[in-house]
């Protein structure tokens, strides 16, 4: 952990809807802070030529936007903001039936693999960006929204995992830890929404070979949905000790039920304080 003093740059870490957004948006427009969100940076820097693509692959299919395409009459262009990554998660996509909008688990592993690499090298690029919001912006205050799968890509007992290691050298990480009441409404949510995520490849693998162990179906009659849905409650359960580890080792806690009562950046900041002060 960084040797913190009050308004340095700020990692936050958590669950996709624990409230790193909330957070980090809330530093940006009520206090000035620089806001480097990772997915938006791995959906537009990393990944975006095949965010493209995909999505000209699947236009092709219709005659006339074929024409047009081929044409250069029409462009395709992802509306990737901070708030909306939907373009980002409908590449990663969902493995099982095509007829239900699936793709193949080959295909799955490939682009999961491809967002592990665009997620590594967005991190890696924390440092120069809040070199950036100073020298460039004049943003004096910096906050990371890392996004929910920074713990699938390092080693959280690792003293020299590269990627925590550069980060924790540039800013202090403040884990947003979600209580038992947190996870299950985060698992309703998902049950409503089901939306493509980002696995650890080992773990994806294991969930994939038990799931179709359980059904007994075969890979291309998978219900893709039902499938994500199954994994996620696993996820939450992998992820937690995870998050656990790298703030004992690299961070700070603050649990997200008191973090969602700080409703202005000073509360936050307060609670910041609070947490490092507690780690000692």
């Known amino acids: 952990m960084i040797e913190y003093r009050q308004g340095a740059p700020i990692a936050i870490l958590g669950m996709s809807g624990v409230g790193k957004t909330r957070i980090a948006s809330m530093l940006r427009d009520q206090a000035n802070w620089f806001h480097y969100s990772v997915d938006y940076r791995i959906g537009t820097r990393y990944m975006g030529e095949a965010i493209v693509d995909n999505f000209k692959r699947e236009a092709s299919k219709v005659p006339l936007l074929r024409e047009l395409l081929l044409s250069d009459s029409i462009y395709i262009s992802p509306n990737i903001t901070f708030d909306n990554l939907e373009p980002l998660s409908t590449y990663l996509g969902k493995p099982g039936d095509p007829a239900k909008g699936g793709i193949a688990f080959a295909e799955y592993l490939r682009r999961q693999r491809q967002h592990r690499d665009a997620e ?32 699938e890509i390092v080693n959280p007992d690792d003293a020299d995992d590269p990627v925590l290691k550069a980060l924790s050298q540039t800013c202090l990480l403040v884990y947003l830890a979600g209580d038992d009441a947190h996870n299950e409404a985060l698992k309703s949510r998902f049950d409503k929404t089901p939306k493509p995520m980002y696995y650890n490849e080992g773990f994806l693998k294991q969930v994939w070979a038990d799931y179709l162990n359980k059904t007994g179906l075969p890979e291309n009659k998978v219900d893709p949905d039902d499938f994500i849905r199954w994994g996620f409650a696993k996820l939450i359960k992998w992820r937690a000790p995870r998050y656990q580890t790298i703030a004992k080792n690299w961070g700070v806690t603050i649990p997200a039920d008191k973090a969602e009562l700080a409703n202005t950046p000073d509360a936050f900041l307060a609670q910041v304080d609070e947490a490092v002060k507690a780690q000692g």
């Open 120 to 151: 590594i090298r967005a991190l890696g690029d924390t440092a120069s960006f809040v070199e950036k919001a100073r020298a460039i912006y004049g943003y004096e205050h910096f906050i990371c929204d890392t996004g929910g799968s920074i713990c």
